[in-house]
C-alpha cells in the first residue's frame, strides 16, 4: 500500500464497501442554480423551480437573523413559483436582451454625453456599459422611469441590415467610438441593426421582442452599477455598468427578489459577523478565518459527528 501522502484524504471508505453518501435521484435543485451555476435538472424539466414564502416576501434584506428562523414553516403559507431561465425560455431571453437596448436608450435620453459600449443578457437579467460619470442609487431610479416611459410607448423593434460603410459612417455621426471599435472586430456581413422606434438604434444580431410593450416594466428592477473597465483591462477607461433583472411577470420578479433575500440573510460571511462564530481580516489575508469561541465549539462538534459517522459505517481515519 502506497505510503498517505500531504494530500491524501483524512478518510478512506473500506474497499468492499458502498459509498457513504449515494447520489440521490431525487434531489432537489441546487440554490446556487438559481444564481448562475448551471442548474442540475433533468433535460425535460422547463426551468427552475423552488418554494418561495409570499407572507415575508416584503421583508428587508437587513431584517435581523433571527427573522428567518422565525419564518413560516407550514407548507400551507408557501407557494411554488416556477422560474425560468435563458435556456428554458426564449421569451425571457428576448426581454432581457431588448431590455439592455431600452436602458441604454434611457441612459443616453437623460446623460446625453453618455457613449455605449456592450450590454448583455445574463444569468437573471442583463447589464449594460457606459463610459460617463459615475452614477448614483438616485440616478438609477431615474432611468427605470426612463424605461418604463419607452415601455409604455411600444415602440417597436425594427432589424436592418447595412454594409460594414454603411454602419460605420452611422457610428461615426453619433460620434460612438466604443461602437467603431466594437464594430472593427466583427467579421461577418452583413450587420444587424436594431431600431427602437425611430430615434435610438443599436448594434446587435438579437433575438429581442417585437416592440417594447412586450416587456412587464414591473417585472423589471435595476439592481446596481458599479465600474468596469472597458473589455476587462484595468489600462482602459472606467465604464459604469448598470446592472438589470427582468422577468415574463410581476410573480417571477417578486420570487425572485425574495430568493435573494434569503440568500443574503443566509450568507456565511454575514452569519459569522452577527452570530459572533468568525472574523475575517483583511490585513491578514481575505481567505483566512478566525475562529471564535462559539464558531470553534460549533466546528469541534459538526467535524467531531462527522467522524463518528464514518467510524459506524467502516471508514477508517488517515
Ligand atoms: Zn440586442
Redesign the pocket.
Known amino acids: 500500500m502506497a505510503a498517505p501522502s500531504a494530500s491524501a484524504p483524512l478518510l478512506r471508505s473500506h474497499p468492499h464497501r458502498r459509498s457513504l453518501f449515494p447520489s440521490s435521484p431525487c434531489h432537489r435543485p441546487a440554490a446556487a442554480s438559481l444564481f448562475g451555476l448551471p442548474p442540475r435538472k433533468p433535460a425535460s424539466s422547463r426551468g427552475l423551480s423552488y418554494t418561495t414564502v409570499r407572507s415575508s416576501s416584503t421583508t428587508s434584506p437587513s431584517a435581523p437573523v433571527e427573522e428567518a428562523a422565525a419564518a413560516p414553516s407550514g407548507d400551507a403559507d408557501k407557494e411554488r413559483v416556477v422560474l425560468p431561465t435563458n435556456e428554458s425560455s426564449d421569451r425571457l431571453l428576448r426581454i432581457r436582451?431588448?431590455c439592455?437596448?431600452v436602458m441604454a436608450m434611457a441612459v443616453q435620453k437623460l446623460f446625453p454625453n453618455s457613449k455605449v459600449t456592450i450590454?448583455p443578457w445574463i444569468d437573471n437579467g442583463f447589464y449594460y456599459d457606459f463610459d460617463m460619470e459615475p452614477l448614483t442609487d438616485k440616478d438609477l431610479k431615474k432611468i427605470k422611469k426612463e424605461m418604463d416611459r419607452i415601455i409604455r410607448r411600444n415602440l417597436p423593434l425594427v432589424r436592418q441590415e447595412v454594409s460594414r460603410e454603411e454602419a460605420q459612417k452611422r457610428i461615426e455621426v453619433l460620434n460612438e467610438p466604443y461602437k467603431l471599435e466594437i464594430l472593427e472586430s466583427i467579421k461577418e456581413e452583413p450587420f444587424a441593426i436594431?431600431h427602437i422606434g425611430e430615434e435610438w438604434w443599436?448594434l446587435?444580431?438579437?433575438?429581442?421582442v417585437e416592440s417594447t410593450g412586450k416587456i412587464n416594466g414591473k417585472a423589471v428592477e435595476l439592481e446596481s452599477v458599479a465600474g468596469a473597465y472597458w473589455r476587462g483591462d484595468e489600462k482602459n477607461q472606467m465604464l459604469q455598468r448598470i446592472y438589470g433583472t427582468a422577468w415574463e411577470n410581476e410573480d417571477q420578479l417578486k420570487a425572485y427578489i425574495h430568493f435573494k433575500e434569503e440568500a443574503k440573510r443566509r450568507d456565511h460571511r454575514r452569519l459569522g459577523q452577527d452570530l459572533d462564530l468568525f472574523s475575517v481580516q483583511e490585513d491578514a489575508g481575505g481567505g483566512l478565518v478566525f475562529w471564535h469561541p462559539k464558531g470553534a465549539i460549533i466546528r469541534h462538534i459538526l467535524e467531531d459527528s462527522w467522524k463518528q459517522i464514518h467510524l459506524q459505517h467502516g471508514y477508517h481515519l488517515l
Not at 204 to 208: I, L, N, R, T, Y
Open positions: 436582451h431588448t439592455a437596448h450590454g436594431y443599436d446587435c444580431a438579437g433575438p429581442h
